[in-house]
Each structure stands twice: as C-alpha cells, then as structure tokens.
C-alpha cells in the first residue's frame, strides 16, 4: 500500500474514533481547524475564533485532550498554547482537501 492509501485508511479510522468519541459539536469545533493542522493556538485564539465563551473553549480543549486529539505545546506564564497531535493532523487533512474540492 502507497502511503496516500495509508493516509487515507488512518484518516477515515481516525474520522470514525474521533465521532464515538467526541459529541458532534466538539468534533465540528475540531473541523474548523483544519486550514492548519500543525499550527499551536491559544484559547484566546479560538475564543476569536469561534465567537464563544473562554469557558466553552476550556472545554472543549479539555475534552480534545482527553481523547488525544490535543495537547499542550508550550507556555509563556499563564498563557497555554496548544497544538493538535498526529491522529488529529491526519483526519483533518483529509477535511481541507474535501472542502477545497466543495467550493471549486
């Protein structure tokens, strides 16, 4: 198997993971990152983002974190950012390149 077969194996096993796991608005909120995978990011960031609550964004994280979807990537005193980990970078690849094809 090409490795473009294996991407597209891991990414629908990580898709399927990720929507047992992860109700459908903490997954959507996952899909929207999906212009830069590898990119770190604060709360604050997604608070802009996403037009919602620190609180909801705490969350959320938490909860990506707790499925490994997310981790932390640094810190720089109370401000965290966090980047997304392999199985997120690898089902979210998959998300850009289906949207770019939607909206041609």
């Not at 990580?14 to 212009?35: F, P, Q």
Request: net charge positive; hydrophobic share 40%; charged share 30%.
């Amino acid at each position: 198997m090409e490795a473009d077969g294996i991407h597209a194996v891991l990414r629908r096993r990580y898709r399927t993971e990720a929507a047992s796991s992860l109700n459908e608005s903490v997954l959507g909120r996952l899909d929207t990152l999906c212009d830069e995978p590898a990119a770190q990011f604060m709360q604050v960031e997604l608070v802009e983002r996403w037009k919602v609550s620190q609180a909801f964004v705490s969350k959320t994280l938490a909860e990506w974190q707790r499925f490994g979807y997310a981790r932390e990537a640094g810190r720089d005193g109370r401000r965290i950012s966090y980047e997304l980990t392999g199985p997120a970078r690898v089902m979210l690849t998959g998300v850009a390149a289906a949207s770019r094809k939607r909206h041609r």
